[in-house]
């Protein structure tokens, strides 16, 4: 029998494409599943006839792979992938390699590759963006743990993954141990907060204008030959188009309560740890909390009732001004996002390729879109670039859409509609932009009630003061405390 080049561990949706299309790129799999009546299914629908190998054991799957021996893992996070891979290890020899491609959270993937890597072998925890249709057609793949692993794994991720225009592969090392999951994590956070701008825009068109689906339709087409060209702006024109059998809205019937599988939470825990100022991701998070709020929504709306006033103004002039805020509000949360990245990157002492990880984004994945490969060029042109808005080009970009921004998030407030992401954007740009902030007053009140110190400005930084404000509170004082 021919040696496979990979086996792989679960055969729901995305193990499933996963696995045909490393068959349609020349690699022979060898597939498992738990329940293996899937493995039989599979090999006779729609693997038959194609170099796809069914296996009813573990031990089978590892005696049908080439040395060194790669397992991709495609099981549901946490504990079913500390099983498989407690059960795989005494299958495996030195140097064979397991690899995670679920959503795990990356301290699980710290702990597991130095865990396989205490027994010998190789990790690799590898985030793989794109849904159903990046999995079969060529997913975006961010992968770390070992680095010795990366030259096995390389030909069959940059030979599956998507493409960019000039071909360069949507995967690169990403770095050590959980770094992968980590930008995976990251991108999950930035695609909550692109899908909230989204529904921000389309409410305010909805609402404020009192837009048609039709029309939002025709905007969001517009809207995706312009710099917000990108999947999700997408597919929000071909939703809004959808009919159902009675000739209505799809859209329209669909129950306004959102769900959520954690990796927008993980992403704005992390950025707490961190100390990182992640309001937009963070606001997309608890919106959906919010909305799953229905009932009580209800209650409340007929409790403190509105009525939004009609829009007088020039109504295609202010469509613009909205594309403009969803466009600055976006810079601001991929901002946000890669400032987390730099800020874990110097706490785990990974060596991330910014540009190569907006790279790895421009296709195959869910946030794909044009304005990455500006994200790219700004780290080329410089890789040490502290926050994005301090590059030219997003800098000049900011300061000729914050009019509109402006603009637009003065009506919602006004006309009663929510905006928390548009908002949360432009109050982070007006506090990253203002010198002195009201945080003076913050440390005076906590030295007042906690003797928690303070710097002073006319002395250098690092050196702590104290204020007995009562004349009564002494001059002990409590640790010095950075949030």
């Not at 949507?170 to 994590?185: I, L, S, T």
């Not at 969001?220 to 917000?228: D, K, R, V």
Request: net charge negative; charged share 20%.
């Amino acid at each position: 029998m021919k040696q496979a080049d990979l086996g792989l561990v679960g055969l729901a949706v995305m193990g499933e494409n996963l696995v045909m299309n490393m068959e349609s790129k020349g690699f022979t799999v060898a597939v498992f599943n738990r329940t293996t009546s899937k493995v039989d299914d599979f090999i006779n629908g729609r693997a038959a006839g194609k170099n796809i190998v069914g296996c009813h054991t573990l031990a089978e799957l590892v005696g049908a792979l080439k040395k060194p021996r790669k397992v991709m893992l495609m099981v549901k996070a946490g504990a079913p992938v500390d099983s498989f891979i407690d059960q795989l290890i005494p299958l495996l020899e030195a140097g064979d390699i397991i690899i995670d491609g679920g959503n795990s959270h990356f301290p699980d993937t710290i702990r597991r590759t130095e865990y396989v890597e205490s027994k010998g072998l190789l990790y690799v925890g590898t985030g793989v963006s794109g849904g159903e249709e990046g999995a079969l057609n060529g997913p975006s793949m961010m992968p770390g743990g070992s680095p010795a692993a990366w030259e096995h794994v390389k030909p069959i991720f940059q030979a599956i993954c998507a493409k960019v225009e000039d071909g360069a592969p949507c995967c690169d090392w990403v770095g050590e141990n959980g770094a992968g999951h980590f930008v995976k994590m990251v991108h999950n956070g930035i695609e909550y907060g692109d899908m909230q701008l989204i529904c921000e825009a389309y409410q305010l068109m909805r609402d404020g204008l009192g837009m048609t689906n039709e029309e939002m339709q025709q905007v969001f087409a517009h809207w995706n030959e312009t710099e917000l060209d990108s999947y999700l702006i997408e597919i929000t024109r071909d939703i809004l188009g959808r009919k159902d059998e009675t000739g209505g809205s799809v859209v329209d019937c669909i129950l306004d309560t959102a769900g959520q599988k954690g990796t927008g939470k993980w992403t704005g825990i992390a950025a707490l740890d961190e100390g990182v100022p992640l309001t937009l991701i963070g606001e997309a998070v608890f919106a959906r909390c919010l909305s799953a709020m229905k009932e009580e929504r209800v209650t409340a709306a007929a409790a403190f009732p509105k009525t939004i006033p009609p829009f007088t103004g020039d109504k295609a002039a202010f469509v613009e001004c909205i594309r403009q805020a969803l466009y600055a509000s976006k810079i601001i949360s991929y901002t946000q996002g890669y400032t987390l990245m730099r800020t874990a990157a110097k706490t785990y002492g990974w060596n991330l390729n910014y540009g190569g990880i907006a790279l790895m984004w421009r296709g195959g994945c869910i946030i794909r879109s044009v304005f990455l490969g500006k994200i790219k060029e700004a780290y080329e042109k410089n890789p040490e670039l502290q926050n994005l808005l301090l590059d030219d080009y997003f800098g000049n970009v900011i300061r000729s859409l914050v009019p509109a921004w402006r603009q637009v998030v003065t009506y919602a407030m006004g006309a009663g509609i929510p905006m928390p992401a548009f908002s949360s954007a432009l109050s982070y740009f007006d506090g990253y932009t203002t010198s002195r902030l009201p945080a003076n007053l913050l440390q005076a009140q906590r030295d007042y009630f906690g003797a928690h110190t303070y710097e002073r400005v006319d002395r250098p930084r690092g050196e702590f003061f104290h204020t007995n404000w009562t004349g009564h509170g002494g001059s002990t004082t409590a640790n010095t405390y950075q949030a």
